[in-house]
């Protein structure tokens, strides 16, 4: 993950300048957010340089971003000070975060391998309330891909995961997130092959 770390350091402002302006996800985010029946407190997981963690508060909603790059919690910080940030890694995560109604997973869990996936809904679960929601925008589909980037000079490989819907309501089922529905993403989303679900966390 130190390589996964590295290249969103180094491209937090590139990332910022690019999704600051750009408003695809927040029919996504109204979506997810219709599902609760007051402002909810969301954790934005993997919210890099805090684009949609802005577009979360603006609809009047506690939002809690995090991220391991500090590059990019700087950034989120510096644009976004009525928000919190913490710079963590998802596996450190524990109740002294607090609960949320909700989390919100852009893009957050695509480099987590299948294996550890599991580890990671174990610790979210306690995080999130009774009834609450957990959205999922992941790569559609199975295996891995590797991509490499150069950056100042130093070539960069990330692994992509890709995920199908049964598979994560298999692993979700076990701590207590049971599939609800899909959520909404724009076409040109789903033409890229990412998909939105939303989980609710409900007793057996």
Known sequence: MDQIRKFYDLV??????????????????????????????????????????MRIHSLGVEVVGVDFSSESIKIARKRNPNCTFLIKDYFELDKKIGLFDGIFSSGSIIHISPEKLPKLFEILSPLVKENG??????????GHRVIERTIKNEKIERIIYFFTLEQLKLNLSRYSFFFYR???????????NWGCYIFQKRSI
């Open 12 to 53: 937090a402002e590139e990332t910022a300048e690019k999704w600051y302006p750009n408003e695809i996800l927040m029919p996504t985010i109204k979506d997810f957010l219709s599902n609760f029946k007051s402002k909810p407190r969301i954790l934005d997981l993997g919210c890099g340089p805090g684009y949609e963690s």
């Open 133 to 142: 929601f957990l959205e999922l925008i992941i790569q559609k589909g199975k």
């Open 182 to 192: 899909k959520g909404y993403l724009d076409e040109q989303l789903l033409d890229m």
